[in-house]
């Protein structure tokens, strides 16, 4: 099972990549660390649609009543608890299932509030009229495929549809999968952000460059600003 997971990360990550992961995964127990790309979308202006060729099924769930056809599905696949499923749903958060012949075959969720941990006890910001894609996942034989692509315009249109303006999202640069989709778009970088923690001096390094940090994350010490009226997902 490892081989099979060492080829399958040289097949979609590359030689560089894998080498950047083994590196990190050697230096866990002094210095752990993730660089994302930060991404914003202007839904009036730049609408993304999607560009799959596969014929798929999208269906988004916000009910509590979806709840537990949600995590019996999700569960099955072994990428999330119970426990977290049910955390992001009483948040607020939606869900979109992209299905083939009646099998789910990947998801992305949808954030309306604040607080969403970035990593290291960095939490996103969320302002009223936008919105935070995040937690994508499609299976493993089905990537490359546009697949990322209907989900990120399914959920957009139902952020539009709810008087989200602005959608936002972050992209590990050890991603290059989903990296291909903002640049499909070719849609800029809004920020990088650094975060590193030590655990010898349990010390956390955060940076960002193209933006302040505060701009749009908040960490012990450096609270988010007062909150507006939260986002309905109704």
């Known amino acids: 099972m490892r081989i099979l997971a060492i080829r399958e990360h040289l097949h979609w990550?590359?030689?560089?990549?894998?080498?950047?992961?083994?590196?990190?995964?050697?230096l866990r127990p002094l210095l752990y660390w993730h660089i994302w790309r930060i991404y914003q979308t202007d839904l009036i202006r730049e609408f993304p649609q999607p560009y799959s060729r596969s014929i798929l099924d999208v269906v988004i769930y916000a009910s509590q009543d979806d709840l537990p056809f949600i995590t019996s599905r999700l569960v099955a696949m072994g990428e999330l608890s119970a426990l977290e499923i049910e955390t992001r749903f009483h948040r607020g958060d939606v869900v979109a299932f992209a299905s083939t012949s009646g099998e789910l075959v990947g998801y992305m969720w949808l954030a309306f509030s604040s607080g969403i941990e970035l990593k290291f006890d960095t939490h996103w910001i969320i302002r009223t009229g936008e919105a935070l894609r995040y937690g994508a996942f499609v299976v493993p034989a089905l990537r490359g495929r546009g697949i990322y692509s209907v989900l990120?315009?399914?959920?957009?249109?139902y952020a539009l549809e709810r008087g989200v303006t602005s959608t936002l999202a972050s992209i590990s640069i050890l991603n290059p999968q989903s990296l291909s989709l903002?640049?499909?778009y070719n849609r800029r970088i809004s920020m990088t952000v650094f975060l590193a923690r030590t655990r010898l001096?349990?010390?956390?390094?955060?940076?960002?460059?193209r933006a302040p940090l505060h701009s749009r994350f908040s960490w012990p010490g450096h609270p988010p600003p007062p909150a507006g009226p939260r986002?309905?997902?109704?």
Do not use: C, D, M, Y
Request: charged share 15%.
């Open 13 to 26: 990550r590359g030689p560089w990549i894998v080498f950047l992961l083994s590196l990190r995964e050697l």
């Open 152 to 157: 990120n315009s399914a959920l957009n249109t």
């Open 182 to 184: 903002p640049k499909h």
């Open 201 to 209: 001096l349990s010390f956390t390094l955060r940076k960002s460059f």
């Open 231 to 234: 986002q309905s997902n109704g």
